[in-house]
Nanobody, 114 residues
Framework: QVRLVESGGGLVQPGGSLRLSCVTS????????MNWYRQAPGKQRELVAS???????NYADSVKGRFTISRDNAKNTVYLQMTSLKPEDTAVYYC????????WGQGTQVIVSS
């Protein structure tokens, strides 16, 4: 059974930082591209960052220069380091991959507020 389990969300002040983690099981992690999405209240889910199996990365324009996606194949884990957080980054963050079908984690809530 494929599982993605996110953690690391919370309440942070504007300008602060958080690191999200997504631990995977049931897949050959090193062979899979991994993605982070987010969904703010009343908005569609959007792609935030992607990392390929060989470590190539892509980011949404709204987070470029502030967020960094990385992976640790030994730990079957993908990370999202978020810095200079803004209130508009408030959302539920999900990790995602494709293994015969699209697989989602349960999400972790990030709230950026003073």
């Amino acid at each position: 059974q494929v599982r993605l389990v996110e953690s690391g969300g919370g309440l942070v002040q504007p300008g602060g930082s958080l690191r999200l983690s997504c631990v995977t099981s049931g897949i050959i992690f090193s062979s899979n591209a991994m993605n982070w999405y987010r969904q703010a209240p009343g908005k569609q889910r959007e792609l935030v960052a992607s990392i390929s199996s060989v470590g190539s990365t892509n980011y949404a324009d709204s987070v470029k220069g502030r967020f960094t996606i990385s992976r640790d194949n030994a730990k079957n884990t993908v990370y999202l380091q978020m810095t200079s957080l803004k209130p508009e980054d408030t959302a539920v963050y999900y990790c995602n991959t494709v293994h015969y079908r699209v697989i989602w984690g349960q999400g972790t809530q990030v709230i950026v507020s003073s």
